[in-house]
Every structure is written in structure tokens, then in C-alpha cells.
């Protein structure tokens, strides 16, 4: 009897109904508030700030927008200012001060079609180096953002001319150990994965995963590149360990089948970096922990290093829901606790426990 | 007809009929009782011994013990009193009769009446137990909700109190700005003025716990390095025909649909012995059309023609290979042929849509000038024209129309 209550459980603080959809959900650092983003059903965007206190979420703030706003990111600005960076469906990157109404800080049309990801990296006091934001955009490009250069992207990853294009829909930022070294991930709608190296300015590595891929996160931005997941449709997720490269093979990787749907986002849990959790097409969320293998390399045949990959075990799930949980976020200040928002309208505060005892 | 017995034995108490009726062989399991009030009937066949008691008797404590050749039937009476004899001899047959068959519906009442509160008995039973699973399954659930509730509960205080934690930091962080502020007020420094001003605006700091990193703002932040140097990245994606995203499922259904159209695409004609030795790609009319395409424009301008026939042998109704063929004709001065295949490059090209304008366009100026060529400028100008409707901005067009007025203009009057 004791045995199934010590795993950790996800228990939902409470939930809010939106009448709106909403996109994407994110804490605001340092702070016990989050930001729901989303749009109406009269075609506008629209950001609302809510802050919990006892045991339900107060509207603090909100704001509506010319355009619906797809996802958004604290991850490039520093903890005095937490300035949001958003990206709308009409492939403005714009970056709001929470606390002023009106302009934006930062504008920029990056993109011709909507921008489907967002990432940045080198704020909130993680990572060295310059803060970058990182966009991923229907139109097939990756374009990375200094808000000092406000005309053209640090970095562009495109096709060619007259090539065709697919659409890239999630991106995410790493290996950023230092002031120089940054990668960038992009998953596309064709299965492929390509990880850029923006110090050299080239393409690192790159593979097809057979399915569209929905989410790819490394496990922490700022250290030296440890393990990526990468999600995608049909239930299946990815973890690849990126410790070592092999000239032909790659990356190693251990899969997972889950949640019988397409798997819509992965988040590593900030204070352990081998916990993650995965949001389900079918309102549903897992709760993984990734244990190492006993060696991370070996050689093989050719006398070249080669990663292996470890394996993943379910912790807990949880369905909350009946539609897909879109956008999940874990509080950088309280382990456990994290928001989550799905395609039903509705933003749920859930608690997940005993985290440190596994 | 049942032995009637006779040879039984009776004794009595006060309170109790003790009949011990001999079995005289039979077994115990065969031998039936029925026992009313005023009635005792014992039968074991071919024997039967039947009593018509005198008293009645309490039927639901009557008791019958069988063993040892002899059945013993204790019967407590209704009354105590003694009983001179033990059966009712006077009855008449009627009597009899009525007195067996009460006997006997009695007895049946008897028994229907037993089953009937054993099966209500049952059913008591089963509903007790499914009542008691039900609770302590409830009491289960309900002490998993409470464990969740506590959780929930210690969380937001947890919360709460970080909340409150963070506020009291804060409000430290800007009274201890003030107090820096007022210290530093007292005693002036130029090269302060700057860093008072970032204070201040500090100090306007809303309780939301910002202000621990405040603290920092005295020594000068770390340099950000440059942003990088503009670099593009080229990159190719796996090839994928179709828009829609890439899901392992319906990987075969895909493979299929394009199976089917690379089958549509491919020769329907006869001539599939001639055909035999072509490669694969040959048979393409497509392919052959680009083929086709490329000659034309390096100038092998009958290596262009055979492309096309091939092409257009493999697939008559491709509009775009007569009209390239025409083009080629006219390069070639075969200028009938080429009326002749921009003609039927134009018949294909029905119905007149904007999306074959350009198509049309080319197609009538390539039958036109093949007309002027053999100086029937008026069919010649005729073409241009209706190619002039179609695209009225060529200058090119416009200037080749008005040289063939000209010309027929000319002729016209020379020949008047």
C-alpha cells in the first residue's frame, strides 16, 4: 500500500478556466506569477499575467495584441528587468517589459509565417555570453537574435534558393558553457534534427527521426552538452546523449514510446536534470527520470568513441485533461511546482511531490 | 397401493408424543415425513404409515430421528394434556381425504415459506458485504485525497511564506537603499551622481521580491561580448513530397499514392515493344520535355523535335510539348509543321482560363509568325492579335503586330 505513494505524485493546485486559447504558459522568474499567452477568438493576441495566492491564480495584468502570440520566453533577458520575448503568428519577435503597457522594448519581423518556437539564452543570471533569442518559423528558417543588432539576425539558418521548404517547429538553445559556444536545435515536420554550432557557424550534426518532431530541450543551456530529448508525433520521444559524437553515427539515443498521441512538449525539471516530463496529445503527462549507463562511451570497431545511450523509467502519470496540454513550465524558485496549459482554454497549477527522494 | 403400517408403538409425557414406527428394512435416505399440526405421515415406500393425531401438536418443533430400524417421532404437544388415544379412528374416508389434503397444502405453504426467507435471508447477507467493500474502498480513496489535500495544502503554504519571504527581503533591499541614498546625499561624490540615479530608480521597486539582485548594481556589470558576426547557414531538409508532416503510420499509404501516380504518368500507348528497350526515365514524358527543353536551348534544335515526339507519342494531351515542338518547327522553317502543332497546342489549351493565358500567348505568336513566314499576314496578324489580348504589356508583341499591319497595309495598296 505504501509503496505506490512513494512514488511522486502530480497533484493539481488548481486550474483556471481562459476564455480564450491559450499557447503557451510560463513562470515569471523570481516571482510566484506566470504569464499565459494566447489569442481571442476574434483573431487577437492577447498576454495575461496571474499571480497565486492561496490557492488560485489572480489576473493581475492583461493585454491584447494585434496579432495571436504563439510562445514566449524569459530565457534571454537578465532578473532585474524579465523582459518577455514573444513571437506572434505573423512572425513578430517582440520583446515586452511585464510592467509598462504599450510598446514593445524590442521589434523585429523575423519571419514571413508564424514563428512556432522560441527560445533564448544567456539571462536570468544562467549561461555566459551575450543573451541570444533563438526563432523557428513555419517559413523553414532559424534565426538567432541579439537585441543589440536590431536589423538583421545574428544567424540564419535557411534553405537554399528554390529549395523546398518545411516547417520548423521547435528549436531550442545549449552547449552554452561559455561566452563563445552555443547550439542551437531545431526539430522540423519532416522528422529532422538539426543541431548548428553558432561558433562555427555551421551544421553540427543532423538526423530524421521518422515523425514530425514537436519539442526538442536540452537538459540544462549553460553547461557543456549533456543529453537532448527531442518529441515527437505518435507517441514517441527521443533522448540522445551528446556527450560524444561520432563521425558517421552521430549521436546515440535510447526511444520511448508514451502517451499513445503525439507528444507535445518536454520540460527538464530545473533542479535535477534527469527528471523530465512530457505532455500528451491526449491531456495526459509523464513524469521520466533518465538513469546513466554504467559507461557513456565505447569504442567500437573503427577505434572511434561512440556514446551510449542510458534508459528512461516512468515515474508518475497524470491525466489531466481531455485535450493536449500544449505548454508545460516548471518554477525555476519551488521544485515541483510547475503550469501547464492545454487546448481545452483552461491553465492548470499542478505540484509534483517527493522530487528530492528520487 | 402403499402397505399400511401397523405394528408402531407410541409413548407420551406431559408435553411430548414420542411414535416409534419400525422401517422394517428400508433405508434412511428413502424414507419421507410429512408432519402438519394434526396430521403425521410417514412413508417409506411400499409402506406408509399415517396418523390423524387427536391434539394438535406444535408442527415446528415436531422432530424425527431415523436409525437402527426405526424411525422416532417426537412430538411436542399444543396443549399439556394426556392424550387417551393417539389417532382419530371415526374419521370417515371424506374426512380423511380432507384432512390429507389440508395436511399436505399446509406442508407446502410450509416449505415455499422456508425457502422464500432463506433466499430474503441470502440476499441480506450479499447486500451487507457489498456494503461493507464499498466503505472501506471509500475510506481507501478518501485517505488517498486526503494525502493529495495535505500535499496541496503544505505546498501553498510553502508558497505563501516564500511569497511573504521574498516581500520582506524586498522591502529590506529598499530600505537599506534609502538608507545608502540618504548616506551618500550627506556626503557628495561626483562620480556617484551616476550610480544614485540607477538607486533611485531602484528604490521605486515594487514588492514583488525583484530586489535582491538590486543589491548588485554597485559594481559594475560583467561586459557583454559583441554580438556575433552575421553568418547564414545553409541548410537541406530531407526530401518529403508532400506538405503534411511526416508520421511513421502513414509512411506506406504515402509510398502507395505515389506508386499509383508514377504509374498514371507512364506510358498507356500500345507501342510497348518498340518501348521495351527505353530506360525508365525515357518513358517519362516529362523527363523527355525537359530533354527536350534543354536541346532546344543548346540550339540542336532536331534532337529537340525528337524529344518531343517521343513525348508527345507517349502522351498526346501535353499541351506545352506541341507548343515547344512548334517552336522548334519554326526554328527549322518547317513552317507547316508548326502551324499544324500550335494549332493543336491550341486546341489543347481549352478551355481559355488565366491560368493558360501565357501558355495560349506563346502558343499564337508561334503559329503567327509561322504564318507571316509563309506570307499569310493575315491569319498572321489575326494570331498576334488575339496573343496582344492576351498579354497587352509585350512591347515586343505590340512593335512584331505593327510591323504586319504595315506590311499588309503595304501589300494591300500595292496590289490596288
Known sequence: MSSPLDKPQIISHFQKSLNYTVFDSKWIPCSAKFVCLGNYARGTGVMQIYEVQQGEAQLIKEQEFPKPIKCGTFGATSLQQRHLATGDFGGNLNIWNL????????????HKEIINSIDGVGGLGIGDGAPEIVTGSRDGTVKVWDTRQKDSPVANMEPGEGET?????????????????????????????????????????????????????????????????????????????????????????????????????????????????????????????????????????????????????????????????????????????????????????????????? | ?????????????????????????????????????????????????????????????????????????????????????????????????????????????????????????????????????????????????????????????????????????????????????RDRQDKPKAPTGKQEKGCSEGAKVKLDGRGNSEAKSQKAPAPLPAPRRTAHIQVRFTPRVFPTALRESRVPEEEEWLQKQAEGRRAGNADVEELKDLREEERNPEWLKDKGDQCFASGDFLGAVNAYNLAIRLHSKIPALHSNRAACHLKLKNLHKAIEDASQALDLLTPAVPANAAARARASVRRGSAFCQLQLYAEGLQDYQAALKLDPHNAALQADTQTIRDILQGSATGTH
Not at chain 1, 510592467?99 to 523575423?110: C, D, L, W, Y
Not at chain 1, 507535445?264 to 533518465?290: C, E, S
Not at chain 2, 472501506?136 to 496541496?152: L, P, S
Open chain 2, 1 to 181: 397401493m402403499p402397505l399400511i403400517v401397523t405394528d408402531y408403538s407410541w409413548t407420551q409425557t406431559d408435553s411430548t408424543v414420542f411414535i416409534s414406527v419400525p422401517l422394517k428394512g428400508a433405508r434412511a435416505e428413502r424414507v419421507d415425513f410429512l408432519s402438519t399440526e394434526e396430521y403425521l405421515k410417514v412413508h417409506y415406500p411400499p409402506y406408509l404409515f399415517e396418523a390423524f393425531l387427536s391434539e394438535p401438536v406444535d408442527e415446528d418443533r415436531s422432530t424425527a430421528k431415523v436409525g437402527n430400524g426405526v424411525a422416532v417421532i417426537t412430538l411436542p404437544k399444543c396443549s399439556n394434556a394426556f392424550w387417551e388415544h393417539l389417532v382419530i379412528t371415526t374419521y370417515d374416508k371424506e374426512k380423511k381425504k380432507e384432512v390429507r389434503e389440508r395436511a399436505l397444502l399446509k406442508y407446502q405453504e410450509r416449505l415455499c415459506s422456508e425457502s422464500r426467507s432463506k433466499a430474503e435471508k441470502q440476499q441480506a447477507e450479499k447486500k451487507y458485504a457489498l456494503e461493507t467493500m464499498m466503505k472501506f474502498e471509500k475510506e481507501e480513496r478518501d485517505r488517498i485525497v486526503k494525502r493529495k489535500e495535505d500535499e496541496r495544502e503544505k505546498t501553498t503554504a510553502e508558497l505563501a511564506a516564500w511569497q511573504l519571504s521574498q516581500r520582506e527581503a524586498a522591502e529590506t533591499e529598499a530600505r537599506r537603499k534609502l538608507q545608502d541614498q
Open chain 1, 165 to 358: 521548404k518545411r516547417d520548423c517547429w521547435t528549436v531550442a538553445l545549449g552547449h552554452a558553457f561559455n561566452d563563445q559556444d552555443r547550439c542551437v536545435c531545431a526539430g522540423y515536420d519532416n522528422g529532422d534534427i538539426k543541431l548548428f554550432d553558432l561558433r562555427n557557424m555551421s551544421l553540427r550534426w543532423e538526423t530524421n527521426i521518422k515523425n514530425g518532431v514537436c519539442c526538442v530541450e536540452f537538459d540544462r543551456k549553460d553547461i557543456n552538452m549533456n543529453k537532448l530529448v527531442a518529441t515527437s508525433l505518435e507517441g514517441k520521444f527521443h533522448v540522445f546523449d551528446m556527450r560524444t559524437q561520432h563521425p558517421t553515427k552521430g549521436f546515440s539515443s535510447v526511444s520511448e514510446k508514451a502517451h499513445k498521441s503525439t507528444i507535445w512538449q518536454v520540460k527538464h525539471l530545473p533542479q535535477n536534470r534527469d527528471i523530465f516530463m512530457t505532455t500528451g496529445g491526449a491531456g495526459n503527462l509523464n513524469l521520466w527520470k533518465y538513469e546513466y549507463p554504467s559507461q557513456r562511451s565505447k569504442t567500437d570497431s573503427d577505434d572511434l568513441a561512440v556514446g551510449v545511450a542510458g534508459s528512461v523509467t516512468l515515474l508518475q502519470n497524470a491525466t489531466v485533461s481531455t485535450q493536449p496540454i500544449a505548454s508545460l513550465d516548471w518554477s525555476p524558485d519551488k521544485k515541483g511546482l510547475c503550469v501547464c496549459s492545454g487546448f481545452d482554454q483552461t491553465v492548470r497549477v499542478l505540484i509534483v511531490t517527493k522530487l528530492s527522494q528520487v
Open chain 1, 99 to 110: 510592467e509598462v503597457s504599450g510598446t514593445p522594448v524590442f521589434s523585429v519581423k523575423a
